[in-house]
């Protein structure tokens, strides 16, 4: 069955480094990606998406990269502060034009090392 | 701004109980989900809704039903708690249409459920 998981469960980043969390995903019919965060006792929040007709896609200080061949997704945070420390889920779907349903990621957690 | 709110942050439940735990959006979307939140097993569907009255399974229905009788509302229901529903539950909703985030789900802050 379709699955989508993280190579890294953990990662830990030196404040003021940039830091990449990945996704690998199996469906290859999926067309819409998500990389939400979650910060403790909250729920997920929306950070950047990217559609399968796009390589990259930029937002303030993230980047989400999207290979369709090898079917891996990442994100990239520039210069970490202490806030960006959380879980990091991808969210897959294929467009159903109604009634879309997200797969999630187990989560990273990462870690901004002071 | 969208904003999803659940009735409660923290419950505890007894066996046996019946519960309810509440969500209300008010960005008039269409579609509203229930996920749990456990451990290693990141989110797992339970249940979602595409329009009042309407409800679909999610990939662990189980022990669970859902309500949706207003569109802004979308109500979780564990007939008869059991521990194993002690967990992480949250709510979602989405816009249904063509406009730039209708996949994009947005979160409450969760509701975390202890159940003895």
């Known amino acids: 069955g379709e699955s989508v998981g993280l190579h890294l469960p953990t990662l830990s980043v030196q404040e003021g480094d940039n830091s990449i969390i990945n996704c690998a995903y199996s469906?290859?019919?999926?067309?819409?990606f998500i990389w939400y965060k979650q910060e403790s006792g909250k729920g997920p929040q929306f950070i950047i998406d990217?559609?399968?007709?796009?390589d990259k896609r930029q937002g303030q200080r993230v980047t989400v990269l999207l290979n369709k061949t090898v079917k891996h997704l990442s994100l990239q945070i520039a210069a970490t502060q202490p806030g960006d420390s959380a879980v990091y889920f991808c969210?897959?779907?294929?467009?159903?034009?109604?009634?879309?349903?997200?797969?999630f990621g187990t989560g990273t957690r990462l870690t901004i090392i002071p | 701004d969208v904003k999803v709110t659940q009735s409660s942050r923290y419950l505890v439940k007894r066996t046996g109980e019946k519960v309810f735990l509440e969500c209300v959006q008010d960005?008039?979307?269409?579609?509203m989900f229930w996920y749990r939140q456990d451990p290693g097993l990141g989110l797992r569907l339970i249940y979602f809704?595409?329009?009042?009255?309407?409800?679909e399974k999610g990939d662990i229905p189980e022990g669970y039903s859902v309500s949706r009788e207003k569109k802004e509302r979308f109500s979780l229901i564990l007939e008869s708690a059991s521990t194993n529903q002690t967990s992480m539950y949250l709510c979602?909703?989405?816009?249904?249409?063509?406009?730039?985030?209708?996949?994009?789900?947005?979160f409450g802050p969760g509701t975390r459920l202890l159940v003895l």
């Open positions: 979602a909703s989405s816009p249904l249409g063509q406009g730039a985030d209708w996949e994009t789900q947005y």
């Open positions: 469906n290859s019919a999926s067309d819409y």
């Open positions: 990217i559609r399968s007709n796009m």
């Open positions: 969210a897959e779907t294929v467009r159903n034009f109604g009634n879309e349903k997200l797969t």
């Open positions: 960005m008039d979307h269409e579609n």
């Open positions: 809704s595409y329009d009042v009255k309407m409800k």
